[in-house]
T-cell receptor, first 115, second 116 residues
Framework: AQSVAQPEDQVNVAEGNPLTVKCTYS??????LFWYVQYPNRGLQFLLK??????LVKGSYGFEAEFNKSQTSFHLKKPSALVSDSALYFC?????????????FGSGTRLSIRP | ETGVTQTPRHLVMGMTNKKSLKCEQH?????MYWYKQSAKKPLELMFV???????ENNSVPSRFSPECPNSSHLFLHLHTLQPEDSALYLC???????????????FGPGTRLTVL
């Protein structure tokens, strides 16, 4: 069975500091991993994905994520946080043997950046 | 906006009402999804349509009835809902749902549903 975990409900970071939002997963076979962001009163917006290749994936708004196969993790990172990064972040995963519709989303992590 | 629109954005209904949610995608995708988003819970996939054929139905109560008349439009018909059905209902689309697809989903802004 596929699963994804975001162990932190909330992450608080000061503006200008680096941020990390954690995600771990469990799938059969190789994973396809995604990060989405949700701003208030909006739908989810795609940030980045890992399919294969380089373990460090770069995405929108200066975000990047690092795939670590041995730790089954796909943590979202940004070197210098902005107040405008404050939002709800979702990690999602599916296994290579599953159809694209069987993507599993985590419960979300609320990121709060203080000025 | 993302190219996926949803109407209405807000809906308040009584338990005996019948209403419908509408979703339209302008991205040329061939798959559409309904999700339920409740506070502090993972997104729940309700229905998936690929090439206008329903391919997923994750044990959703029969008071929710989807309809996909073409690849650009998706409806969710609601009747005799319960207060616990109050949530944000999100529509999404993607290109292809096959196992070989790596395509991300594009989401609409959602309909905030309140059942009294």
């Amino acid at each position: 069975a596929q699963s994804v975990a975001q162990p932190e409900d909330q992450v608080n970071v000061a503006e200008g500091n680096p941020l990390t939002v954690k995600c771990t997963y469990s799938v059969s076979g190789n994973p396809y991993l995604f990060w989405y962001v949700q701003y208030p009163n909006r739908g989810l917006q795609f940030l980045l994905k890992y399919i294969t290749g380089d373990n460090l994936v770069k995405g929108s708004y200066g975000f990047e994520a690092e795939f670590n196969k041995s730790q089954t993790s796909f943590h979202l990172k940004k070197p210098s946080a902005l107040v405008s990064d404050s939002a709800l972040y979702f990690c999602a995963v599916r296994g290579e043997y599953s159809s694209a519709s069987k993507i599993i989303f985590g419960s979300g992590t609320r990121l709060s950046i203080r000025p | 906006e993302t190219g996926v629109t949803q109407t209405p954005r807000h809906l308040v209904m009584g338990m005996t009402n019948k209403k419908s949610l509408k979703c339209e995608q302008h991205l040329g995708h061939n798959a559409m999804y309904w999700y339920k988003q409740s506070a502090k819970k993972p997104l729940e996939l309700m229905f998936v349509y690929s090439l206008e054929e329903r391919v997923e139905n994750n044990s959703v109560p029969s008071r929710f009835s989807p309809e996909c008349p073409n690849s650009s439009h998706l409806f969710l018909h609601l009747h005799t809902l319960q207060p616990e059905d109050s949530a944000l209902y999100l529509c999404a689309s993607s290109q292809d749902t096959s196992r070989l697809s790596y395509n991300e989903q594009f989401f609409g802004p959602g309909t905030r549903l309140t059942v009294l």
